[in-house]
């Protein structure tokens, strides 16, 4: 195994001349119309605006234990034909890492299509709605607010992480989950959305003069 992967290692660094500076991964999102009926009858269309993030972790050997690391993850949004593209990471790491997803569209969750193997190919990501119930629904939203490696060092160049959070944030008050539980994970996702945003930043004071004394008062934010 360790041999293996340092001549996967070798033969991705003579690669990098030839390949591009990104891999540019791209795919298609689709909505699963027909869940109830026998998976050989499934009908799928495609599924505009749902958030995809990919990420690449790559798997190091050690003596004690093998070493897993996020190297690279990035938000995306398909388009009318749920269709998505990314930058996506340097060539290596395409190569070399192992590609997962995470896929949001408000009520919906992924779905093995047809069978279990496909649910691990982020080039095909099939959605239908959620069996979960109002409580495990939100609290499996407030875990999403951290996609990809769970860090801040999520990719967004294409500005997606605040509308994701917005839409979090909408159908977790859909909900109405009544529970101090489910009032303190609605308050989270708020709180996250606050803080990608800025909100929770101290504001700038400006001086106004008030009949020969002046006044600071605090600058609000564009909205």
């Not at 629904?137 to 500005?159: E, F, I, N, V, Y």
């Not at 839409?167 to 101090?180: G, P, W, Y």
Request: glycine share 8%; charged share 20%; hydrophobic share 40%.
């Amino acid at each position: 195994m360790h041999a293996a992967r340092l001549t996967a290692l070798a033969l991705g660094l003579l690669l990098i001349g030839a390949a591009p500076a990104k891999a540019e991964p791209r795919g298609k999102v689709y909505f699963l119309v027909n869940p109830q009926a026998p998976r050989e009858q499934w009908e799928r269309r495609p599924l505009p605006g749902a958030f995809v993030t990919l990420s690449w972790t790559m798997t190091i050997p050690a003596p004690a234990h093998a070493v897993s690391s996020c190297r690279y993850s990035e938000l995306a949004r398909t388009d009318a034909n749920g269709e998505y593209a990314m930058e996506g990471p340097n060539p290596v790491t395409a190569h070399l890492a192992d590609a997962s997803y995470w896929a949001y569209s408000p009520g919906l969750e992924p779905v093995p299509f047809p069978y279990g193997g496909s649910a691990m190919l982020p080039k095909d990501i099939t959605m239908t709605f959620s069996t979960r119930s109002a409580e495990e629904r939100l609290s499996h939203l407030s875990l999403a607010t951290r996609p990809g490696c769970g860090g801040d060092d999520l990719r967004d160049p294409q500005a997606l992480y605040l509308p994701y959070l917005r839409a979090l944030l909408d159908e977790a008050r859909t909900l109405k989950v009544d529970s101090a539980v489910g009032q303190r994970e609605v308050q989270y996702i708020e709180a996250v959305l606050r803080h990608a945003s800025g909100g929770d930043q101290p504001q700038p004071l400006r001086v106004v003069p008030v009949q020969g004394s002046v006044e600071a008062v605090k600058v609000r934010p564009p909205q």
